[in-house]
């Protein structure tokens, strides 16, 4: 069966963790998970939880340490333009059941890379590959060409507040 394109962006909590999620549900039932991470490049408790599974779920940040505010480094477009060769790699090769690329969206409206390169690789995909696009401010054109495409929509949340992440919850 084909693989689905899917986006999950808005201003909202949660994109990334409903693709984390889909990658758990996915190695259960045994599929290989390819996640690239764009844009952020900190190791923190999510990754530990994946490292258990890395038989099934394969790991990979191309950001430095810290996010992407502003204007990016050339060390950034590097990074990131780096990471979708590897994720178009990954996407490719038939190694993988499911390819996340997390933050590609905001990569794209940072200018890291252009929505041309992200579509090229996710058309240059292997067939039955399903693909799961995060990240607010996700192009007109990728919305256009996904499958499936959640918006996470902002009503409360508690860093207006001033409350920072907390370990295990949004770090």
């Not at 259960?28 to 408790?45: E, N, S």
């Not at 340490?65 to 950034?76: N, Y």
């Not at 058309?123 to 693909?131: D, H, I, L, S, Y």
Request: charged letters at 30%; aromatic letters at 6%; glycine letters at 12%.
């Amino acid at each position: 069966m084909a693989g689905r394109v899917q986006v999950y962006t808005g201003d909202g909590k949660g994109k990334t963790t409903a693709a984390l999620g889909l990658a758990l549900r996915a190695a259960g039932a045994g599929l290989r998970v390819f996640i690239g991470q764009f844009v952020k490049g900190r190791w923190c408790g999510e990754h530990e939880a994946l490292a258990a599974l890395s038989e099934r779920v394969s790991v990979r940040l191309f950001g430095r340490e810290k996010f992407v505010c502003g204007k990016p480094a050339p060390e950034d477009v590097s990074a990131a333009k780096q990471g979708l060769r590897e994720a178009g790699e990954a996407l490719a090769s038939g190694q993988y059941d499911v390819v996340i690329l997390d933050e590609a969206n905001v990569a794209v409206h940072l200018g890291l890379f252009s929505v041309d390169e992200l579509l090229a690789a996710i058309e240059g995909r292997a067939e039955e590959v399903e693909v799961v696009v995060t990240g607010r401010d996700a192009h007109p054109r990728l919305v256009e060409r996904a499958d499936l495409v959640t918006e996470m929509r902002c009503v409360k949340h508690y860093f207006d507040q001033g409350q920072k992440a907390r370990r295990g919850i949004e770090e």
